[in-house]
């Protein structure tokens, strides 16, 4: 399957206010207490990288990385770890940052392996929900935008490890 073109949905600009203001609800609920990160490699890396840059309590970043999906645009539906943490979240408040919930698969699996490793605090904030395609509950706590069933590619989203560079966010349309 290739694209045909990509339909920008979210601008640079949306996307950066938005940021701002999660950085700031975010900032208010930790206050001068530090907050680990955790970036779920490699589609929140982009949106890592400015949420942090906008939260003012202490942050750690830490990543990890975890497997879903194949090729192209299908969930595989199985979840495997493929790097994980090189550090302990015993006793501190941990938040998941994600680019994307789509099936809930991927962040149920990893919130209940998180949960395990008694953190303080466990919250996840995702730039993008995709309600319409929930297939597993998950509870989240801050989100960036809620969007219609579409594939979606850019600041960090891919279609086949490509247009992750893009610096909005657009649904693809794909050739017949
Ligand atoms: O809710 P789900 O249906 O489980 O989908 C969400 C997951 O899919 C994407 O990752 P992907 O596996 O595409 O890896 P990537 O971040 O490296 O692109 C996204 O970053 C989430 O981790
Ligand atoms: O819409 C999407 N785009 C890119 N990656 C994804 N992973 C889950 N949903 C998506």
Do not use: W
């Not at 339909?7 to 949306?14: D, I």
């Not at 991927?106 to 996840?124: A, D, G, I």
């Not at 730039?127 to 960090?156: A, C, Q, S, T």
Request: hydrophobic content about 35%.
């Amino acid at each position: 399957m290739k694209i045909k073109k990509i339909n920008v949905h979210l601008t640079e600009e949306q996307i950066e206010q938005r940021v701002r203001e999660l950085g700031a609800e975010i900032s208010k609920v930790y206050g001068d207490e530090p907050v680990c990160l955790i970036c779920i490699l490699k589609g929140s890396v982009f949106f890592t990288c400015e949420l942090a840059k906008r939260i003012t309590s202490p942050v750690e970043i830490e990543f990890m990385s975890v497997s879903s999906y194949g090729s192209g645009t299908s969930s595989s539906g199985v979840v495997r770890i493929v790097n994980d943490l090189g550090t302990s979240i015993e006793g501190k408040n941990v938040l998941v940052i994600e680019d994307i919930i789509d099936s809930g698969r991927t962040l149920s699996y990893l919130l209940e392996n998180l949960k395990t490793r008694n953190p303080k605090t466990l919250r996840l904030c995702t730039l993008l929900d995709k309600p319409d395609r929930r297939v597993v509950d998950v509870n989240v706590d801050y989100v960036g935008f809620v969007i219609p069933d579409e594939f979606v590619v850019g600041y960090g989203l891919d279609y086949d490890q490509k247009y992750r560079n893009l610096p909005y966010i657009g649904f693809v349309e794909i050739e017949e």
